[in-house]
C-alpha cells in the first residue's frame, strides 16, 4: 500500500494497542469479513473498529478543516466535501492531509480492495458484477440540521460504504438509516425530504470507526433523519461503480 505504515506510526507517535501493526486496509477486509453481510431489508453491513485503532485517530487528525472543503450544492447547503478520488482537488489539501489521504485513496480504489467488497456481497451481485470497477472518494462534513430523505442511490453504483468519523457522541443517533417501502413514496431517485411510504428498518450508530455498507439496488432506501442543530457528523464515503453503466 502507499501508506508506509511503520513511517507513518512513527511520525505521528499513534502507535500503541494490539492492531499497532495491522495494515489498515486487510485490517478492514478481516474486520468487513467476520462481521458478516446481512440480507433484510437489503444486504447491508454494519462493523464497528473497522480500521485499527492507530490509523482511525490519524483519519481524524488528518481531517480537513472547513476551509478546505467546498459546499456540496444549494440542494443540500449544510454539507461541505472534498474528492479524493479527484487528485486535482486532494491536491489543494495541505501537507500533511494531502499525502495522508493520497494513500487512503490508492488502498480503497485498489482493484484488490474494490473486488473484495464486491464480492462480500457474493450470490446478491449476481451478473451485476462488473470487472471494469470504479471507485469515488469523498470526505464529507454536515453541519447540524442536516438531513437527506429517502433514496436507493444511483444505478451506476455497485456498493455505497460509509465510514463514519463523528466529533463527539451527541451524533450517535445520526446514522444512515435503512428503509424498506410500504407504499407509495417518492420514486427510486427522489432525495426529497419525504418519509411517508417507508418504514424505518435499522439506523447504523454514527459511532467512532465503524463503517455501513450496502449492495446498491432499486430496494436500497436509505436516508438521513434531521441531525439536531450544532451536530455534525464527518464521514468518509466509498462508492464502487460499474463503468460501463452510464
Known sequence: ?????????????????????????????YAMVNAGVRGYPFAHLIVPRVF?????????ANFPGDDELAPLNERYPLRRTITLS???????????????????????SSPAFMDFVVRLFGDAVGDRFAPDLEARLYLFRDAGG?????????ARKIVTMLFYMPEDERSLACGTTLLKKTGDG?????ADNDWSGFA????????ANSVAGFLVTDRSY?????TPEGVARRSMQLFILDRSRA
Open 86 to 108: 479527484d487528485e486535482d482537488a486532494a491536491a489543494g489539501l495541505a501537507e500533511p492531509r494531502r499525502s495522508f489521504w493520497a494513500g487512503v485513496r490508492a488502498g480503497l
Open 200 to 207: 424505518a428498518v435499522k439506523t447504523a450508530p454514527f459511532e
Open 1 to 29: 500500500m502507499t501508506i508506509a505504515i511503520e513511517e507513518r506510526r512513527a511520525a505521528t507517535g499513534l502507535a500503541g494497542g494490539a492492531d499497532e501493526r495491522d495494515d489498515p486496509f486487510e485490517h478492514a477486509m
Open 222 to 226: 436509505h436516508g438521513v433523519r434531521k
Open 52 to 60: 485499527p485503532a492507530w490509523f482511525y485517530r490519524e483519519m481524524v
Open 186 to 190: 417518492p420514486l427510486r431517485d427522489s
Open 146 to 154: 442536516y438531513a437527506i430523505g429517502p433514496h436507493a442511490d444511483t
